[in-house]
């Protein structure tokens, strides 16, 4: 039996999946006639369709789609409008750039990282910047979120090196059990060839940078940028002399933070006084 979504209020990704069983009867094709034309496998179109192929349907895919219905781009820019559409508009170009980004180096001071952040964490942050929300776009966004760690899916995944300072373990964000939770996840994520976690205690002291969180995206054929944030909006920055300067104040950084191996240690503890 096809799987397809329960009725009543969808998600994005279940609205998507909704429209491509429409599409797909509409033209009389069977989950396995979709998936040989697209590539993919029965089962992959059955996910997509009852919104459960998480991060996000493959670009790939979506591309198949409009050839297979004949629909020009139409799911492609489903597709897009999924992935920047819960994002505020002043955080899309981070985000294109994000993804096409070879290294992204990022200092977090309260909070952790998005691209790290578990669902659970990330609905709490939103609970709390998004207090008038509702329930379904509280999801929606933390969905989203979730959604930047496909760059991790690519063929040639982004370095990614993040400096928390100590307060991003020790915010307790969403109650004991979510920050036990995302403390794991960081744990389980620092093994991965991809990711470099160091801590910068509170026992270093002021930061050797502004207390401002930051983050540079490194690129093999272009400039590196530089992307920082206020309560009002984020702002690029591709000064040769300020990107420059956010460099070497990174170098500072992880200078007096933490050892890989060091971090990993204070996590558990921590861990283990979440989880007492």
Known sequence: MEDTPEPGTLNPLQRFGRDVRQVRLA???????????????????????????????????????DVAFGT????IGLLRRIDQ?????????????????SRILDFSTTLVVGILQTEDYARA???????????????DKAATRLRRRAVFERDDPPLLWAVLHESCLRTVVGGREVMAGQLEYLLKEA?????????LPF?????????KPFTLLHFPDSPTVLYTETRVGGRMHDSARTVAAAQDDYDLLRANALSPDATLAMITSLLKEFRA
């Not at 009389?28 to 369709?49: D, F, I, N, P």
């Not at 020009?72 to 799911?75: A, D, H, T």
């Not at 559409?85 to 980004?101: C, I, M, R, T, V």
């Not at 026992?203 to 207390?211: I, L, N, V, W, Y």
């Open 85 to 101: 559409g819960d994002h505020p508009s002043w955080f899309a170009p981070y985000l294109n750039l994000e993804q096409k980004a």
């Open 72 to 75: 020009g781009n139409l799911f």
């Open 191 to 199: 093994a991965s060839p991809h990711v470099r976690l160091q801590i």
């Open 203 to 211: 026992s270093a002291g002021a930061p050797a940078t502004s207390t």
């Open 27 to 65: 033209r009389g094709l069977t989950q396995k006639h979709l998936g040989r034309a697209t590539g993919y496998s029965e089962a992959y179109v059955s996910r997509v369709e009852s919104g459960k192929m998480l991060p996000m349907p493959s670009e790939r895919f979506a591309k198949g789609c």
């Open 125 to 139: 942050t939103f609970r709390a910047y998004y207090s008038g929300a509702n329930a379904e776009t509280i999801e």
